[in-house]
């Protein structure tokens, strides 16, 4: 997993002199990556106004990553940020080439959620060697490939393993310890549907009246969920309880289980993670059982971690963000945080 057994200080920001002809020469000497970077140096951000930083978004088909990235537009001016904005439209290989484009285009800094962990890690790799500093949002890369505090300033998000544990702690209560439960995961190789799978099935392994029946990917996206969801009711029609990954996918399959005739929230308990204004009205509406919140607002943290690190402090490898969440018991009062 990306993230989590990360020491939680390990940043150096040494003087930058030299270590980029360090690495070129490591590189023309055929030395793997890993010998190239052992130790060489971040690199700097230049302390000047405007700053251009390049933003490098996933996909803009939900509502969680139309706030994150409103966050980034929200916070550019106040932070003295000229933006270059790229949508990868759930693509890897355009991510990384949006990514590759914004290198060549010698931005000060770069700011973007990896959409699959391995398949972004070495792009991190190519704008340290090319001077530019990386902050990751949201979603992590393999750590085994590219190292916050090494090759990236740091990772801004949530603990998703958390949200996990968190999701399968309500989801026992509701249904007294006993559920055959379908798992809708996240997108495939992404650190948030990894980590997310893994902090829920430790719990659920520990409870033997729990049982995971079906778990299969619905990419994070609404209609798949709901296609997913459709296609597994009729596999196994014993369900008794959902989690999804994200809201979107929740609100996809309420849509598919009322379809079935079954009733959301009554016949299946669904528990899921995002906290997005349609999964809390989906809790107001007792279709939905409950959602841990995972914040999308990084645009400010993002500004605030790049100031700091432009004056020379110390940023932690994880700048971990908290989450609320909610249920029926608190949902009502805790609208003014949904997006
Ligand atoms: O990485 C965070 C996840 O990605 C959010 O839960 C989801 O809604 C988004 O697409």
């Known amino acids: 997993m990306a993230s989590h057994n990360r020491q939680l200080s390990r940043l150096r920001v040494h003087p930058l002199a030299g270590s980029f002809q360090v690495l070129t020469l490591a590189l023309t000497l055929g030395l793997g990556a890993a010998a190239a970077h052992a130790d060489d140096a971040l690199p700097k951000l230049p302390n000047k106004t405007p700053l251009k930083v390049g933003f490098a978004q996933t996909e803009s088909n939900n509502p969680w990553r139309l706030a994150e990235t409103k966050s980034f537009k929200d916070v550019a001016a106040k932070c003295g940020w000229q933006l270059v904005m790229t949508d990868a439209n759930s693509s890897n290989s355009k991510q990384v080439s949006d990514i590759q484009s914004m290198i060549a285009q010698h931005v000060d ?90 902090g829920f099935d430790e719990v659920i392994a520990k409870n033997p009246g729990m049982q995971i029946i079906a778990s299969q990917s619905g990419d994070f996206a609404r209609d798949k969920g709901r296609q997913v969801m459709e296609t597994l009711l009729q596999a196994h029609p014993d369900v008794t309880a959902v989690y999804a990954h994200n809201d979107e996918m929740a609100l996809g399959a309420i849509a598919a289980i009322k379809a079935a005739g079954k009733q959301p929230g009554k016949d299946i308990q669904i528990v899921t993670i995002d906290g997005t204004k349609g999964g809390m009205d989906a809790i107001a509406a007792g279709e939905l059982g409950a959602s841990v919140q995972s914040s999308p607002f990084f645009g400010a943290l993002a500004c605030d971690v790049a100031q700091r690190y432009a004056k020379g402090e110390k940023i932690p490898t994880w700048v971990k963000v908290s989450d609320r969440f909610y249920d029926k018991s608190n949902v009502q009062q805790s609208m003014q945080y949904g997006y």
């Open 109 to 198: 800094l770069l700011v973007f959620p990896p959409r699959e962990e391995k398949p972004l890690a070495p792009v991190v790799l190519q704008a340290k060697k090319a001077g530019i500093p990386v902050i990751l949002v949201d979603r992590d890369v393999d750590q085994s490939v590219a190292k916050a505090g090494r090759d990236y300033i740091t990772f801004i998000g949530s603990d998703f393993i958390d949200q996990g544990h968190r999701a399968a702690d309500w989801l026992v209560k509701a249904t007294s310890g006993k559920a055959k439960i379908i798992e809708l995961e996240g997108t495939t190789g992404a650190s948030a549907a990894n980590d997310r799978k893994k």
